[in-house]
């Protein structure tokens, strides 16, 4: 494709840009990003080095099912890329028994099945001793399916970077800067054997 051709134009390429770019050319779509700063720049709400990630959605238990195709997604975005993404360590929520954390957790792992541990303040000192002092009416809720996912590398991966993919996109797409502006990123299907894109 000419570099300023495309079907689809994603505006701003933070988490969810990067990734609606991602799929959007997984599908064979031709797709255009644009950016105000760059991919992976510190002044949005994708910035940092990790983000918890939880299938128990404390919102709602109807966006378990969402989390767990996200789930999914993140393996296969690890698998195309070579890139380590998320870190199942598991995950600690702690707050008021009815209240909208742990209630809500817990609404949604029983909703689900998911598997989760509840903690009394004192089962939770002994098992995590830097948690002291939490109130009594407190119960921490153990997930081991959460873990962490690294935000920022996932939509701006650190070189080194497979051959034909520029700094600064999701690693699963194939991408460089293109046309006359700077913030402009054009997207191709990654290429199994070589990574490599056709503008
Ligand atoms: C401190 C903090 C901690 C968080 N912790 C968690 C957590 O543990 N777990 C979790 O699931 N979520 C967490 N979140 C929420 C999560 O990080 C955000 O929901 C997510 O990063 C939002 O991504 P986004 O792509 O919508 O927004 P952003 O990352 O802000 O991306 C929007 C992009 O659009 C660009 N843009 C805006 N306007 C334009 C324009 N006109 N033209 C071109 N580009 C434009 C911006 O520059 C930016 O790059 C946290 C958020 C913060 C801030």
Request: neutral net charge; contains cysteine.
């Amino acid at each position: 494709m000419s570099r300023w051709d495309a079907d689809v134009a994603v505006v701003g390429l933070g988490a969810w840009g990067a990734m609606a770019l991602w799929q959007l050319a997984s599908r064979g779509v031709e797709v255009i990003g644009f950016e105000r700063h760059h991919p992976g720049h510190a002044l949005g709400s994708s910035y940092g080095g990790s983000r918890m990630f939880r299938v128990t959605c404390l919102e709602h238990p109807g966006l378990v099912p969402l989390a767990r195709r996200s789930q999914d997604l993140w393996r296969q975005l690890e698998d195309e890329s070579g890139r380590r993404l998320f870190f199942p360590t598991g995950g600690l929520l702690i707050g008021p028994e009815e209240g909208v954390i742990v209630g809500g957790t817990l609404r949604a792992a029983r909703a689900h099945g998911i598997e989760v541990h509840t903690l009394t303040p004192v089962e939770l000192r002994e098992r995590f001793p830097r948690h002291t002092g939490v109130p009594g009416h407190h119960r921490a809720v153990w997930e081991p399916s959460a873990g962490v996912i690294r935000s920022e590398e996932s939509i701006a991966p650190r070189p080194p970077l497979p051959p034909g993919r520029a700094p600064g996109c999701s690693p699963a797409a194939a991408c460089g800067p293109c046309g006359p502006s700077p913030g402009a990123w054009n997207c191709g299907p990654p290429s199994a054997s070589t990574g490599s894109v056709e503008w």
